[in-house]
């Protein structure tokens, strides 16, 4: 699989907007603030959106894109109410996913393998998108660090349980986080002990 991978950090809080572009075909992942523009001008055959989770820094131009695009938004069924909702109230533009994600599912988009694993804590939601060897890993796994637990609908031992369900996963992967630089899985789960550890220490 020939993958090509454009990124583009947005907004206040930096967060990656990734366009994949897998045999001609673009899927744009977490169209964070401001991410429009920038979309529109580096895609040239668009055919889905994809949603690590629901909080609005990751999905704030779904409501945008999907109307000057008109493809498909995808997100975990149990994040879908943030799409709609703006439960943080931020204002973030209402958009409503097209197909809902249950669990761990690998989906065929228009030729394209996506997988997606499903990771609960951060938000009920949580997943990282697979595409071939590489991970979108939104606000789960970050360089030597993981995603914030005590947030609204955040669940501490939701992530001591997709960390150990992390740990058990022999291939490596090539991580994209939802904020700073690519790592991989296997440097992260050289931490994933202390983490857990960390994690347990406030349940």
């Known amino acids: 699989m020939n ?16 366009i994949v572009t897998v045999d001609n075909k673009d899927l744009i992942i977490d ?9 529109l001008d580096n895609v040239q055959n668009p055919i889905a959106i994809l949603n690590t989770h629901g909080h609005f820094d990751h999905v704030w131009s779904n409501k945008e894109l999907k109307e000057e ?7 975990n069924k149990l994040d879908a109410f943030m799409l709609e909702n703006d439960p943080f109230s931020k204002g973030t533009p209402s958009s409503k996913a097209d197909i809902l994600i249950d669990g761990d599912t690998t989906l ?8 997606y694993r499903h990771f609960a804590g951060h938000t009920p939601g ?3 998108i ?11 796994l970050f360089e030597r660090s993981i995603g914030r637990w005590d947030f609204p609908y955040s ?5 001591v349980n997709s960390l150990l369900k992390a740990q058990k996963i022999k291939e490596d992967f090539t991580l994209y986080t939802g904020h700073g630089s690519p ?3 296997r440097n992260e789960q050289r931490y994933m002990d202390f983490w857990i550890r960390e994690v347990k220490a406030t349940i």
């Open 3 to 18: 993958i090509n991978i454009k990124s583009r950090a947005m907004g206040d809080y930096q967060t990656n907007c990734y």
């Open 69 to 75: 695009l008109n493809i498909p938004i995808y997100v």
């Open 126 to 128: 949580n997943s990282i």
């Open 183 to 185: 790592t991989t899985l």
């Open 108 to 115: 065929d988009i228009n030729g394209i393998s996506v997988k």
């Open 130 to 140: 697979e595409i071939g060897d590489v991970w979108f890993c939104g606000d789960f």
């Open 155 to 159: 669940n501490a031992q939701d992530m």
């Open 31 to 39: 169209a964070g603030i401001g991410a429009t523009k920038w979309v």
